[in-house]
T-cell receptor, first 114, second 111 residues
Framework: KAGVTQTPRYLIKTRGQQVTLSCSPISGHRSVSWYQQTPGQGLQFLFEYFSETQRNKGNFPGRFSGRQFSNSRSEMNVSTLELGDSALYLC?????????????FGSGTRLTVV | DAKTTQPPSMDCAEGRAANLPCNHSTISGNEYVYWYRQIHSQGPQYIIHGLKNNETNEMASLIITEDRKSSTLILPHATLRDTAVYYCIVRVGTSGSRLTFGEGTQLTVNP
């Protein structure tokens, strides 16, 4: 089966700009979770969407937002980019969101803010 | 979620068994132990999970102590491709859809 697809793979943005990242889940999966990975903080949970509703949110500022479409594809947006937003952004899809054994992660989008 | 403690790094010879320990002394009765790994520059990959019985699948075995305060992930015949960061996570599904990753163990398999 096709895996989780994240686009783009790499992105370079300037401080103050905004960025939108995309995640296409495995067919049939209704939950999409987003994680940020940095060398200093490790993997941190951003938010989870299930059937177009944000169901769970991590401890990130409001500049980080997301949405999910009716086909379960999800986007996350970061506005007013800061240097510290440079990270690998990963999404994971699953059937229910709480079936952690069924999580499939994408390869991520590496965002560099200059 | 129960806190987990893992050694920061381990080495293993190719072809030998890799035994990765995890301490979760505050685990509660309904929390599962999950293991994921992350190969460099890729997303984490689910390996195995268990509640109290030992589990085995095509990738690995999971041994959970009787008191459930610790567990060991066993890769029976490690290969170079098993070099990765291994994360032990304790979680119960009813407390939401968030995985909390610690620092994990960097396993290096040497030829």
């Amino acid at each position: 089966k096709a895996g989780v697809t994240q686009t783009p793979r790499y992105l370079i943005k300037t401080r103050g700009q905004q960025v939108t990242l995309s995640c296409s889940p495995i067919s049939g999966h209704r939950s999409v979770s987003w994680y940020q990975q940095t060398p200093g903080q490790g993997l941190q949970f951003l938010f989870e969407y299930f059937s177009e509703t944000q169901r769970n949110k991590g401890n990130f500022p409001g500049r980080f937002s997301g949405r999910q479409f009716s086909n379960s594809r999800s986007e996350m947006n970061v506005s007013t980019l800061e240097l510290g937003d440079s990270a690998l952004y990963l999404c994971a899809s699953s059937l229910f969101g709480t079936d952690f054994y069924g999580y499939t992660f994408g390869s991520g989008t590496r965002l560099t803010v200059v | 979620d129960a806190k987990t403690t893992q050694p920061p790094s381990m080495d293993c010879a190719e072809g030998r068994a890799a035994n990765l320990p995890c301490n979760h002394s505050t685990i509660s009765g309904n929390e599962y132990v999950y293991w994921y790994r992350q190969i460099h520059s890729q997303g984490p990959q689910y390996i195995i999970h268990g509640l109290k019985n030992n589990e085995t699948n095509e990738m690995a075995s999971l041994i959970i102590t009787e008191d459930r305060k610790s567990s060991t992930l066993i890769l029976p015949h490690a290969t170079l491709r098993d070099t990765a960061v291994y994360y032990c996570i304790v979680r119960v599904g009813t407390s939401g859809s968030r995985l909390t990753f610690g620092e994990g163990t960097q396993l290096t398999v040497n030829p």
